[in-house]
């Protein structure tokens, strides 16, 4: 995008002098972080940059009266947000004690899409933590763009605390309200609950991370919410992966607007720092990012980052749902001629972060049908929207077990069954003419154990069954040959066959330089979470009950975190 002289832009103006992490890093400070940055030695230094960063302030005041200010930094870095003039950014750099001009750049969300709910099975696809790992005494922060923190999964108060009311008012007094530039918030805006001990509208700049409705439907502020009940959410519908930690939802996407500023960013960065998180989640992104950013303007963002880590606090990242360049070539196929095929997001593709991508929550189910492995998908209830437990159903008791298969012609209607024997076998029949629950109770009638449904076109298919006679499940058309084949007489069955695929809009493959851009997979494909009660989705379905299902990497990077 061409920049003209007079278009006003946010900038991050950085200062000359340490950050207040700079004194502890440099000086080999024991003791966190957080600890330190109560110091009277750290407080006093955070004023001293302070008072200077005004100066400037005022210094380009008379550049420009229009100008405005929002954030002060001092935790990772010193300087200032402001917005100014395009045109002004050579003079600015040119006055006293300014180190440099950083054009900030804006971020998109990571899109999370909701699916049928007659597809989804009924369990969340939400990490279940080992007992000993529920997330006690941990701070998780959450970066994203809106919380409904009265909502039941953040209710249940975590026995063990990292961050208290007086905590946070300690915080306040002593250096955390700088980057508020004066605004007078207190611990009573910021700390909601001992769940929830703080909150903070970075964007909107006020104290207050609920959206409203029109907010949540049209500019999708849901997300936050669903994401951080992933994270930490606790009642009775869903359990996050860490459900007894602490969360701190740091609002960085403005309620109307569908992206996120670097100035925001690196505010709630340089608290989450401050306040002494263990853990932060980031689901917004860059696509194609780098290991390290090559613009020298934009390298300070990477040094942001290597300071969490030194901090030593873990940044995990969503990949991104762009998948890969492959999907650009007609057959599909990378080339060693072109190996940077990755699409892998920043700030989740640079080195001091996690870029976490996403596996589907339902493993795929196979069956083999003479030695060859089919995939097949399990019929679901429509009434309680839940897939049948097909390969339970057949097993039983057993682990391993085969059946002799029968391929009935037609669609599987009662006359197609003229002259064949499927008393104990599995019924192979086609879709079409019949609904799918008078298929597989035709078959159970005739005396079959199991009726497997083959689609007659490409794709998978979900088989809505009402009533349900015996187990059933759809293969798609791929699969018609090795079933129909005269050798093919016998299906096996295993309590461990299965496997878990990347879901196919997460982002993978390698960074510019090469390096592996994944570092990690989780559950990111039809999660169940929490969602505002006043959400419904772009088809009119009312998710008023406040949970809903959503597919995403957004989903799975708070799995990890």
Not at 65 to 79: A, C, N, P, Q, R
Not at 171 to 188: H, K, M, P, Y
Not at 201 to 230: E, K, M, P, Q
Not at 286 to 309: H, I, P, Q
Request: proline letters at 3%; a negative charge; charged letters at 20%.
């Amino acid at each position: 995008m061409s920049l003209k002289s007079d278009d006003r832009i946010w900038v991050i103006v950085q200062t000359k002098g340490k950050s207040v992490s700079d004194i502890y890093l440099d000086g080999k400070i024991t003791g966190k972080f957080s600890d330190y940055a109560l110091t009277d030695e750290a407080v006093e230094a955070a004023s001293r940059l302070v008072e200077r960063q005004k100066e400037i302030m005022a210094l380009m005041k008379i550049l420009d009266s229009d100008i405005e200010f929002s954030h002060s930094y001092t935790s990772l870095l010193s300087g200032f947000a402001a917005e100014i003039r395009y045109g002004d950014i050579r003079e600015i750099e040119a006055l006293p004690d300014v180190e440099r001009v950083i054009i900030s750049e804006k971020y998109a969300q990571s899109d999370a899409s909701f699916e049928d709910i007659a597809e989804m099975m009924n369990d969340s696809g939400i990490f279940a933590s080992h007992p000993d790992y529920k997330g006690d005494g941990m701070l998780i922060a959450v970066l994203d763009n809106g919380l409904d923190y009265n909502h039941s999964a953040f209710q249940v108060m975590p026995e063990k605390q990292n961050l208290t009311y007086s905590d946070v008012e300690k915080t306040l007094n002593g250096i955390w309200g700088v980057s508020s530039l004066g605004e007078s918030f207190t611990a009573d805006n910021i700390y909601k609950s001992a769940k929830i001990p703080f909150q903070f509208d970075y964007a909107d700049r006020d104290a207050d991370v609920l959206t409203d409705s029109t907010s949540i439907n049209y500019f999708s502020t849901f997300h936050g919410t669903h994401v951080s009940g992933i994270a930490v959410g606790n009642d009775e519908n869903i359990r996050g992966s860490a459900p007894n930690a602490q969360l701190a939802f740091m609002k960085v996407f403005g309620d109307y607007s569908g992206g996120a500023e670097t100035v925001d960013i690196i505010a709630a960065l340089g608290d989450c720092a401050y306040l002494g998180v263990d853990a932060l989640n980031m689901s917004l992104g860059a696509t194609a990012g780098f290991t390290c950013e090559r613009n020298a303007d934009l390298f300070f963002v990477n040094e942001m980052y290597s300071k969490l880590e030194k901090l030593g606090i873990l940044v995990c990242c969503a990949a991104g749902n762009e998948t890969n360049t492959s999907l650009t070539y007609a057959d599909g196929f990378i080339y060693s001629g072109n190996p940077d095929s990755g699409l892998i997001s920043s700030p989740g593709s640079y080195d001091a972060a996690y870029a976490i991508a996403s596996v589907d929550r339902v493993p795929t189910g196979i069956f083999y049908a003479d030695g060859s492995a089919v995939t097949y998908r399990p019929a679901v209830a429509p009434a309680e929207s839940e897939g049948f437990d097909v390969m339970g159903m057949i097993l039983g008791e057993e682990t391993r077990r085969e059946l002799d298969l029968v391929v009935v012609p037609g669609f599987g209607q009662v006359d197609d069954y003229e002259g064949l024997d499927v008393n104990g076998k599995i019924a192979v029949v086609t879709r079409g003419e019949i609904s799918f629950t008078e298929k597989q109770k035709t078959a159970a009638g005739k005396g079959a154990v199991a009726c497997v449904i083959l689609n007659n076109q490409t794709g998978f298919i979900n088989a809505q069954v009402t009533e349900l006679a015996i187990p059933t499940c759809t293969v798609t058309i791929d699969y018609a040959e090795i079933l129909g084949s005269a050798d093919t007489a016998v299906m096996e069955f295993g309590l461990d066959y299965g496997y878990i695929e990347i879901s196919d809009f997460s982002a993978i493959g390698p960074l510019p330089d090469l390096q592996m851009g994944v570092d990690i997979t989780a559950p990111g494909g039809d999660i169940y979470s929490s969602v505002p009660l006043t959400y419904y989705d772009e088809t009119g379905w009312d998710y008023g009950n406040g949970y809903a299902y959503a597919s995403g990497t957004s989903m799975a990077s708070p799995n990890v975190t």
